[in-house]
């Protein structure tokens, strides 16, 4: 592959871009790509005063602990994304269709996407930070996870002129342009899937500790239907702790909150306390509703905001009842003993809810999922306190 700081990248050509460039794109192996990185960073200077900022640093870590998780679990990887621009001395020679060899010098590439992956594979591996010069404490992988992850493929895209210098404005508009636009979905799906945020870390113990498995599972999608097996998901159980912890007001935003709207710093030990509340209750709930799980799932207990709403519901009672164990499951129970089919004549006491064209079934009347959670929620509450 090189000779000399000669390197010979065999891939995907493609002449149809914008700006005159061409592109090769290619498979190589990380070990192999940090090798063949040129020695001097020519764009370093554009981000080296900020490239260890919080942001950065935050954004680092998170490649970090992903390709870490990867590796040690042998779990599925989105494949790294590494661009160069070969910016003098590029030749190709075509091969066969779009097929072809790329010929140029390492030290006459430059690194314009892909910053971060490298720095991180590179703190993986033991290697120095190409970029800050820095080595890091020892990787937490064995000598033979950090072989297999030095196998992975890295998808290396090259950009150059054929036979041609690509000038400084061109290089300096590539790099801006790729950093600059974030192209990857917004989702607050996605959001919630942080792993190492307190909550997903109390659902994942709310899950257990509620044996959902046993029910059939939590899906990790943000949706279940008719269909699927699963009783809950995923990103409802995160809605339901927030609840708890800050009622009505707590939400989500672009990503899983740090702060309660009291300013509060959401802990584990403030999630810990939480579920203490939030467990009873709702094992005292579905004790009431399994066979309705797996007989009926046409119901309003298949709702994820009347899941939710349990969570509004825990909020309540921790705040204004001091309510032991048996009692909050008591209080579960009190709710599961409900007629959760949707022709039920008791939902005409709840706001959240009217009958349909047709008068037969009770349907949303609020026009929102979050309005008809805190509806739904008001509704238990009320059937709570008419117990007292």
Not at 259 to 280: C, F, G, R, S, Y
Request: charged fraction near 20%.
């Amino acid at each position: 592959m090189r000779n000399s700081g000669e390197l010979i990248i065999n891939g995907i050509q493609s002449a149809n871009l914008l700006g005159g460039l061409s592109l090769l794109q290619s498979y190589v192996s990380v070990e192999e790509l940090l090798t063949s990185l040129p020695q001097e960073h020519l764009l370093l200077e554009r981000f080296s005063a900020n490239y260890e900022r919080s942001v950065n640093k935050e954004r680092l870590s998170k490649l970090e602990n992903y390709f870490l998780e990867s590796v040690i679990n042998d779990t599925p990887l989105d494949v790294p994304r590494v661009s160069l621009v070969a910016y003098r001395n590029a030749c190709v020679e075509m091969q066969h269709n779009k097929l072809a060899n790329l010929h140029f010098g390492k030290n006459d590439s430059a690194i314009v996407d892909g910053f971060l992956v490298l720095s991180a594979l590179s703190k993986l591996l033991d290697r120095v930070d190409p970029f800050t010069g820095k080595k890091a404490d020892k990787s937490a992988l064995t000598t033979k996870q950090k072989q297999a992850l030095a196998s992975i493929d890295v998808l290396l895209s090259i950009y150059y002129r054929p036979n041609e210098k690509v000038d400084e404005e061109s290089l300096s508009k590539l790099f801006f342009s790729i950093n600059a636009i974030d192209s990857r979905v917004y989702s607050q799906t996605i959001n919630t899937h942080t792993h190492d945020s307190p909550l997903s870390v109390g659902a994942e113990k709310l899950a257990l500790a509620l044996n959902l498995n046993a029910l059939g599972g939590v899906s990790e999608l943000n949706k279940i239907t008719k269909s699927d097996s699963y009783v809950t998901t995923r990103n409802t159980l995160i809605h339901i702790l927030l609840a708890s912890l800050g009622g009505k007001s707590a939400r989500i935003e672009k990503q899983l909150p740090t702060h309660l709207p009291n300013k509060t710093l959401i802990t584990e030990q403030l999630v810990n306390d939480a579920l203490k509340t939030v467990i009873p209750l709702m094992k005292g709930w579905i004790s009431c509703l399994e066979t309705k799980f797996k007989q009926d799932s046409s119901g309003f207990h298949r709702s994820m905001q009347v899941w939710q709403a349990l969570g509004v519901v825990a909020n309540y009672l921790a705040c204004n009842h001091g309510f032991i164990e048996a009692e909050l499951f008591t209080a579960g129970q009190t709710l599961g003993q409900l007629d959760y089919d949707k022709r039920a004549s008791h939902w005409s006491k709840s706001k959240a809810l009217k009958k349909d064209a047709s008068n037969t079934f009770w349907i949303n009347a609020t026009g929102g999922g979050r309005t008809f959670r805190d509806k739904i929620a008001e509704y238990f509450i009320g059937e709570l306190v008419d117990l007292e």
